[in-house]
């Protein structure tokens, strides 16, 4: 049974840094795909990031403030979020799937961020960011 927790939510300024964690347990990380997603009051769920062994991929929103990783001996993703915007407020979601699944545009491909491609979800860490 796959299980997916995340931690490390909280309040913080503009302009500062917070980390997030997904810890997993009979999940493999192998060459799947993992993901964080989130999801702001009145809006629908929207990826962030994701990564494969050989590459991640960021929303436009998110691009040079936001690094995602993953620590395999430790099974556990991360989200490092540097220069927070009160726009960054929201639910994030840790996201695995059961696969590689990766998405291309004009060829070139690179980890998904298509929320059905994704078959185990935690149940979310709350980020607040006030100005």
């Known amino acids: 049974q796959v299980q997916l927790m995340e931690s490390g939510g909280g309040s913080v300024q503009a302009g500062e840094s917070l980390r997030v964690s997904c810890a997993t347990s009979g999940y493999t990380f192998g060459r799947n795909t993992m993901a964080w997603f989130r999801q702001a009051p009145g809006k629908e769920r929207e990826g962030v990031a994701s990564?494969?062994?050989?590459?991640?991929a960021y929303a436009d929103s998110v691009k040079g403030r936001f690094t995602i990783s993953k620590d395999n001996a430790k099974n556990t993703l991360y989200l490092q979020m540097n220069s927070l915007k009160p726009e960054d407020t929201a639910m994030y979601y840790c996201?695995?799937?059961?696969?590689?699944?990766?998405?291309?545009?004009?060829?070139?491909?690179?980890?998904?961020?298509?929320?059905?491609?994704?078959?185990?979800w935690g149940q979310g860490t709350q980020v607040t960011v006030s100005s």
């Open positions: 996201a695995a799937a059961a696969g590689l699944r990766t998405f291309c545009r004009g060829g070139v491909c690179g980890p998904s961020l298509k929320e059905t491609d994704f078959d185990y």
């Open positions: 990564i494969t062994p050989a590459n991640t």
